[in-house]
């Protein structure tokens, strides 16, 4: 089982930057950790996901010059950098992991089998 836990999210204004944390904890036995998105009355979207070893980082296309993922390999945790953020990024933001047996795209949502409770970003005008 592995447990993870977001932290960093509030509100900003537009134009602004967060910063997200995920820690994972228990037997972490994975190839990616991703965050993913979800608004109000949406799907979940992915965002950006990162290798386990952290040698390869992968975004969304429209995020792509305004988010970061990074981990930090002794700490076991994620990171999600959010700079110039817009109204259209207000979601709950998750971090997820996936297994090393898990299949489909690093983009589904679907790949992965454990998922944090979420936090909420709001960017205000």
């Known amino acids: 089982q592995v447990q993870l836990v977001e932290s960093g999210g509030g509100l900003v204004q537009a134009g602004g930057s967060l910063r997200l944390s995920c820690a994972a904890s228990?037997?972490?036995?994975?190839?990616?950790m991703a965050w993913f998105r979800q608004a109000p009355g949406k799907e979940r979207e992915f965002v950006a996901a990162?290798?386990?070893?952290?040698?390869?980082?992968y975004y969304a296309d429209s995020l792509k010059g305004r988010f970061t993922i990074s981990r930090d390999n002794a700490k076991n945790t994620v990171t999600l950098q959010m700079n110039s953020l817009k109204l259209e990024d207000t979601a709950v933001y998750y971090c997820?992991?996936?297994?090393?047996?898990?299949?489909?795209?690093?983009?589904?949502?679907?790949?992965?089998?454990?998922w944090g409770q979420g936090t909420q970003v709001t960017v205000s005008s």
């Open positions: 990162i290798l386990w070893s952290g040698i390869s980082t």
């Open positions: 228990g037997r972490t036995y994975s190839r990616f």
């Open positions: 997820a992991v996936d297994s090393i047996g898990s299949s489909g795209s690093y983009l589904s949502p679907l790949r992965y089998d454990y």
